[in-house]
């Protein structure tokens, strides 16, 4: 009997990875003002949503209406070598891209009644290593797991696209047989690469740097 699981498991991040730059950057350019310094430079470590949650309320009160918020996430650009141009779903639909994927995770977000977008955590966790609002290797195992009881067998192949530093965490969680594709000279890139120079063999995915999305698309024409 032929199997009709799917066989391979794509993953991709969403900033500086499908898009070519921080979709939070691009809402700000929403605003007709530069942000204060107070504000850009409040970030805690880990707590990324947070902040982007303070430059949402500033916005917002500095009369920055949703329609602007909107428009400036249509219009951010992919990155080199990707067809399609905003955050997640938002930019997925407009760039008419929202079909290709099985399954979006991102926080939740929504504009309340003042035209203030509210942003929630996706899940809470205990991994020490990511933002607080998520765990994207918590979020793989669970999908994987998910999906393996579905169809009755695990993926054969995993393949990781991404760029920052909470992408390496969910690829800890992945072996010998999947591919990471860290953007090259990025975050995601320099961390293996150190990984893989003072932990030789902890780190098991195969890696191929990517600095445009032809990149990756040559390479899995060579595997698949």
């Known amino acids: 009997m032929v199997s009709t699981a799917a066989r391979f498991l794509f993953l991709f991040d969403f900033d500086e990875t499908l898009i070519d730059e921080n979709s939070d950057n691009s809402v700000v350019r929403a605003a007709p003002f530069t942000l204060p310094v107070s504000l850009s430079n ?5 707590f990324f949503l947070e902040h982007s ?3 949402m309320t500033f916005l917002n009160e500095s009369g920055v209406t949703e329609e602007a918020v909107r ?3 249509e219009r951010i650009p992919a990155s080199p070598g990707r067809g399609g141009a905003s955050p997640l779903p938002t930019w997925l639909r407009h760039a008419g891209a929202r079909g290709l994927f099985a399954e979006v995770f991102t926080n939740p977000a929504e504009f309340n009644r003042d035209g203030r977008l509210v942003l929630r955590p996706y899940h809470a966790h205990s991994c020490p290593e990511c933002p607080e609002n998520m765990c994207k290797q918590l979020i793989l195992r669970d999908y994987a797991s998910k999906r393996a009881k579905e169809q009755g067998e695990p993926f054969q192949k995993i393949f990781y696209i991404g760029d920052g530093q909470n992408d390496v965490c969910p690829t800890l969680a992945l072996g010998l047989n999947d591919t990471v594709f ?5 975050p995601m890139h320099r961390i293996i690469q150190d990984l893989q120079r003072t932990q030789p063999g902890v780190y098991r995915p195969s890696v191929v740097p990517w600095e445009r999305g032809q990149d990756v698309v040559d390479f899995l ?4």
């Not at 860290?182 to 990025?186: A, K, L, M, T, V």
């Not at 024409?221 to 698949?224: A, G, N």
Request: hydrophobic share 30%; charged share 35%.
């Open 182 to 186: 860290p953007r090259r000279g990025f």
């Open 42 to 46: 409040s970030q805690r470590p880990r």
């Open 71 to 73: 428009d400036a996430i």
């Open 221 to 224: 024409k060579t595997i698949l």
């Open 53 to 55: 949650q303070k430059i």
